[in-house]
């Protein structure tokens, strides 16, 4: 059964990422839509009407985060491109990724429709090229849009067994422009019965994973369950040393509230925040 889910459900995410970029061309060519906040709304709904389809159950607790006047940056721990795809589910975002996810066939095109800000890592084959200067130019046009801008400074994802420590580079950023800051946390159940299957192995991506087979794989799994957690608190202002210890601490805490399923986070109906129209 698990191998027909897969194949069932990777045809399906085929065609609504087809329909999706078909969509997106549509509304560029004719109705206006412009790459940064009405490119966020645009994907939010497409987002959600893949997790609708693939069934995946949500809950969500605290209040979703609002940009202000300064602008608004979100951090949160990381444990897969599945985080990705639900955060942006839950509400429109400007996300901070790798510049190889604009490579991507189909997803990297609809991640610039709704501004991503690509950041080039240090350890990529040919050296560093990007400059402080230019992140720090991207992320303020990111913070200037209205959205809040999430990013995820362990700099890798995990096999849900720990958070790792904050990496401080794009910290930078938040305070250079005075950006109020807030955090978030994600964590994943597997409820049903999945032969063995794991959320280290079969949920999470990290380490040396191989792309395409994970995604199959994962893609025949039921009953997986994500809650997330929004901070309703600013992390205080400081140096960026201050700042990635301060929410780091934060986002510990919310993971350590969801991971286990505690009774008091509430069970919201992913219709409730998923995207509509």
């Not at 987002?47 to 951090?75: K, M, S, W, Y």
């Amino acid at each position: 059964m698990r191998l027909f889910r897969s194949i069932w459900r990777s045809a399906m995410v085929a065609t609504l990422l087809l329909a999706a970029v078909a969509d997106g061309q549509f509304r560029k060519t004719f109705l206006g839509m412009t790459v940064g906040p009405a490119g966020a709304v645009w994907v939010h709904r497409w987002c959600g009407r893949i997790v609708r389809a693939l069934g995946f159950a949500c809950d969500v607790q605290g209040p979703l985060p609002e940009a202000g006047e300064r602008g608004l940056a979100v951090v949160s721990n990381h444990l897969s491109y599945l985080v990705i795809l639900m955060y942006a589910a839950v509400r429109p975002f400007c996300m901070v990724a790798k510049t190889e996810v604009r490579q991507w066939p189909l997803i990297g095109w609809m991640t610039a429709q709704a501004g991503t800000v690509y950041v080039q890592r240090a350890d990529v084959k040919g050296g560093q090229t990007q400059t402080h200067a230019q992140v720090n130019a991207m992320m303020a046009t990111a913070f200037a849009s209205g959205l809040p801008v999430m990013f995820f400074p362990e700099g890798t994802t995990t096999d849900a067994s720990e958070i790792l420590p904050f990496r401080r580079g794009l910290y930078h950023s938040v305070i250079n422009g005075g950006v109020p800051m807030k955090t978030a946390a994600v964590s994943y159940r597997l409820e049903g019965k999945n032969g063995g299957a794991t959320l280290a192995d079969d949920v999470c991506y990290w380490g040396e994973m191989t792309f395409g087979p994970h995604l199959f794989g994962f893609l025949g799994l039921r009953g997986l369950k994500v809650r997330i957690r929004f901070g309703a608190e600013e992390i205080a202002r400081g140096d960026r040393f201050q700042m990635a210890m301060e929410s780091r601490n934060r986002v510990v805490e919310h993971y350590a509230g969801i991971r286990g399923g505690i009774e008091s986070v509430e069970e919201t109906a992913f219709e409730w925040v998923g995207a509509q129209g």
